[in-house]
């Protein structure tokens, strides 16, 4: 199975910050990656498709980036409902794999 | 609305069965891809299994950890998707996420509330 690597596992930041998470997966995948935040408590919610591709509705600063093995969720300029738990997933496997999560909290 | 609406979780001994169902709403069931994502108490997503809109066997493929255990199918009559799960172990505790998938390649776009098991 395709692994999925994220880091950091978490990291600390301020409204109004730009952060990047990394994945990496463990073979190329090329653009088959998907980006989804999850708040406490709640159910996934889809960011990012395709490596780059934002899904309908959600905010133009979020952005996605990347291919092969290497991919980045940037987020710039944070506000207080995007501090969750964000994972990447592969699509190109045939069993899809997810990384293991980054958390983003408030500093 | 597109809607996904799991049942069927509970408490069950290790070694036990349970069948989860969703129930699936608002949109053409039998086109599309559907899947099963795990995730334990404080812990990652897991994705779990999945099935081609028209049921066919040769769609289904499940993750290692639940190979030879749990056993995905549909009923698109009934719009409806399942996941038997037999052999239970205290490792499948989990909150059990029904999603539907979308598009080449694959993005999961819309996900279920989820349902409880705990062994």
């Known amino acids: 199975d395709i692994q999925m690597t994220q880091s950091p596992s978490s990291l600390s930041a301020s409204v109004g910050d730009r952060i990047t998470i990394t994945c990496r997966a463990s073979?190329?995948?090329?653009?088959?990656l998907n980006w989804y935040q999850q708040r406490p408590g709640k159910a996934p919610k889809l960011l990012i498709y395709?490596?780059?591709n934002l899904q309908s509705g959600v905010p133009s600063r979020f952005t996605g980036s990347g291919s092969g093995t290497d991919f980045t969720l940037t987020i710039t300029g944070l506000l207080p409902e995007d501090f969750a738990t964000y994972y990447c997933?592969?699509?190109?496997?045939?069993?899809?794999?997810f990384g293991q999560g980054t958390r983003v909290e408030i500093k | 609305e597109v809607q996904l609406v799991e049942s069927g979780g509970g408490l069950v001994q290790p070694g036990g069965s349970l069948r989860l169902s969703c129930a699936a709403s608002?949109?053409?069931?039998?086109?599309?891809?559907m899947h099963w994502v795990r995730q334990a108490p404080g812990k990652g997503l897991e994705w779990v299994s999945r099935?081609?809109?028209?049921?066919?066997?040769?769609?289904?493929m499940y993750a290692e950890s639940v190979q030879g255990r749990f056993t995905i199918s549909r009923d698109n009559a009934r719009n409806t998707l399942y996941l038997q799960m037999d052999s239970l172990r205290v490792e499948d505790t989990a909150m059990y996420y029904c999603?539907?998938?979308?598009?080449?390649?694959?993005?999961?776009?819309?996900w279920g509330q989820g349902t409880l098991v705990s062994v």
């Open positions: 997933q592969q699509s190109y496997g045939m069993r899809w794999t």
């Open positions: 073979q190329n995948i090329g653009t088959y």
């Open positions: 395709a490596e780059s």
């Open positions: 608002g949109f053409t069931f039998s086109g599309n891809w």
């Open positions: 099935i081609r809109g028209d049921g066919d066997g040769s769609s289904i």
């Open positions: 999603v539907r998938a979308v598009g080449a390649p694959g993005k999961i776009d819309c």
